[in-house]
């Protein structure tokens, strides 16, 4: 993947349009002033929420959705920062710095098998765009989430929907569907909680699946600079910003820290 | 008429830099795209991240925390290392479009002192060598180097026995009498003093109901500090005649101004391009303006000034 070109990587985006999947869940879509490149599955954005200071940081989003100067996220409220995104009305300029990160690797020869934890959705919508070699399964803690489930599946045919209680698609969660892989011609992509992508690490390992995890960390600058969004892994110490967000799943030493 | 070139370009001793806005160590890529204009316009000189003898994986757990206008951090140094830095990072910098400035944590008398040996030999890529005495002193009892003037002095003379070229002095806040702590350095040997590094504070996760940080505390930066900064600088500029660089929450014009005004030839900037990487040209530009409607030729004309009736 080509380096960014620093001078281009921040600028000012306008809200065009929010759809609300729940009470703290809900989509943007950003109109950016030029044409950003091509995404990669996993990539992401740093979105300042505020004008001022406070908060000080970007939040960062992976990117669910790109054409032509606009781009996609999915947002959970989480904090005070994602509250301000919630609250801001159409037309509302924020500063954003990005696309950042590497992406998912292409595996043209293997079918992929997209594993989902709520909002870890949002890669694998792009990933799925124009591409039949990926399988979606998205696991979510309970019936509130119905309106993702909706979401994802006017845009994706034939997501498979897991929920712990069963009253939305399967009983249990996506990890279910890795023991039925073809380790010679299939691999994973994961994204979601930590606990659920170290859950997805240990069996595809098990199972001698080759497997992609997106890592989400505390972040400040989201360009190497900073060093503070370091994962621990095999080949140590590595930044989630301009190293990751994705790893192979062995990479990374789940037991740090 | 000055252009505007001539009109922000500054001296911190012998160094000339064509803005006096300088990147602050520990929080630029060493990506060699980084190092050159557009990126850099309005930078005048820009700091590696510290510098150690061998190479350093940091510290373990949460390493950035933000609080209101400010910013938590426990990275430990991370770094690669001399060899590396000589070998890959040095040679791509130096190509660029700003001065380098070498950030060299202080060690063991040893360690140090090989590093510097080592830098003497690139010396001509080097604007000048960033000694941060924040560092605990190993050897003596785990204080800071810069926690007091006999340790602070003891720093600088060792950095002033291997380094020839231009040597400046990151002092930390974390001392009695900063006054005290910047005579010292200069009578030890420093060209000039940077004033300061992050200023030492905590969070606590109230989920967990524990320290966020490994190492329990962690340096506090961004616009929250600036005032706390800005008085230092006022008060080690009126103790010391080497020039000072302002270093702590600089986030517009008018802190630039502010710095400047009470003192400071030149100031570091850090947290700010995390969200903004055109704040250098942007902040320049404002700087000019000013410098411009009020009637200045120079730069140098407004370090110290706000202290000329007080003082």
Redesign the interface.
């Known amino acids: 993947m080509p380096e960014p070109d620093p001078s281009r990587l921040d600028q000012d985006v306008v809200v065009s349009t929010k759809v609300m999947l729940g009470e703290n869940l809900f989509v943007l879509t950003l109109e950016t002033g030029e044409i950003i490149p091509r995404v990669q599955p996993g990539q992401f954005v740093l979105l300042r929420t505020a004008a001022g200071f406070d908060p000080l940081l970007g939040r960062p989003f992976a990117i669910s959705g790109q054409e032509g100067n606009k781009i996609e996220i999915l947002v959970a409220v989480a904090g005070r920062g994602t509250r301000l995104l919630a609250d801001s009305a159409l037309g509302a300029r924020f500063s954003l710095r990005g696309p950042l990160g590497n992406g998912f690797p292409e595996s043209p020869r293997r079918r992929v098998h997209c594993l989902a934890g709520a909002v870890g959705i949002a890669p694998f919508l792009l990933a799925s765009q124009g591409n039949e070699k990926t399988e979606i399964h998205l696991g979510v803690p309970g019936q509130d989430w119905e309106p993702l489930i909706n979401w994802v599946s006017e845009k994706i045919h034939g997501v498979h929907v897991y929920s712990e209680d069963g009253k939305l698609g399967n009983r249990g969660n996506p990890l279910l569907c890795i023991e039925r892989l073809d380790p010679g011609r299939e691999v994973v992509w994961a994204c979601g909680p930590t606990g659920m992508l170290k859950a997805v690490s240990t069996e595809c390992a098990r199972r001698h699946i080759p497997a992609w995890v997106s890592l989400e960390t505390r972040m400040a600058c989201g360009m190497g600079g900073c060093h503070g969004c370091v994962v621990q892994t095999v080949n140590g110490p590595r930044k989630t910003c301009t190293d990751g967000p994705v790893f192979p799943s062995q990479e990374v030493l789940w037991n740090a820290d | 008429m000055p252009t505007d070139q001539t009109r922000s370009a500054v001296f911190v001793g012998e160094v000339a830099l064509r803005s006096p806005l300088i990147i602050a160590s520990?929080?630029?890529?060493h990506?060699p795209?980084?190092w050159h204009d557009?990126?850099t316009f309005g930078v005048g000189a820009a700091c590696t991240?510290a510098l150690t003898l061998h190479p350093r994986?940091?510290n373990?757990?949460?390493?950035?925390?933000?609080?209101?206008?400010?910013?938590l951090?426990s990275?430990g140094l991370?770094n690669p290392g001399l060899q590396h830095f000589l070998m890959t990072d040095l040679p791509a910098l130096s190509a660029g479009d700003v001065e380098v400035v070498a950030n060299v944590a202080m060690e063991t008398e040893e360690e140090t002192g090989k590093v510097l040996v080592a830098l003497s030999e690139e010396q001509h890529s080097l604007a000048a060598v960033e000694l941060n005495i924040s560092c605990p002193n190993v050897d003596g009892g785990g204080m800071a180097w810069g926690s007091d003037p006999t340790q602070a002095a003891r720093a600088i003379r060792i950095a002033r026995e291997n380094w020839k070229g231009p040597l400046w002095a990151k002092l930390t806040p974390q001392c009695g009498d900063i006054a005290l702590v910047a005579r010292a350095a200069e009578d030890a040997g420093a060209d000039a003093l940077v004033v300061a590094n992050t200023w030492l504070g905590m969070a606590i996760d109230t989920r967990s109901e524990s320290p966020v940080f490994?190492r329990k505390f962690a340096g506090l930066s961004?616009?929250a500090v600036f005032p706390l900064s800005l008085r230092l600088v006022w008060e080690v500029s009126s103790a010391v005649g080497i020039p000072v660089v302002g270093c702590g929450g600089v986030?517009r014009v008018e802190d630039v101004l502010s710095m400047m005004l009470a003192g400071a030839s030149a100031v570091e900037i850090g947290?700010l391009?995390?969200?903004?990487?055109?704040c250098f040209s942007r902040l320049e530009q404002g700087f000019l303006e000013y410098l411009s409607a009020k009637g200045y030729a120079s730069a140098m004309e407004l370090i110290g000034k706000g202290k000329r009736i007080i003082e």
């Not at chain 2, 373990?60 to 910013?71: F, M, S």
């Open positions: 520990g929080t630029w890529p990506g795209e980084y557009p990126v991240k994986a940091g373990t757990g949460i390493r950035v925390w933000e609080t209101p206008c400010g910013l951090n990275i991370q490994a961004g616009p986030s947290t391009h995390f969200t903004d990487l055109s």
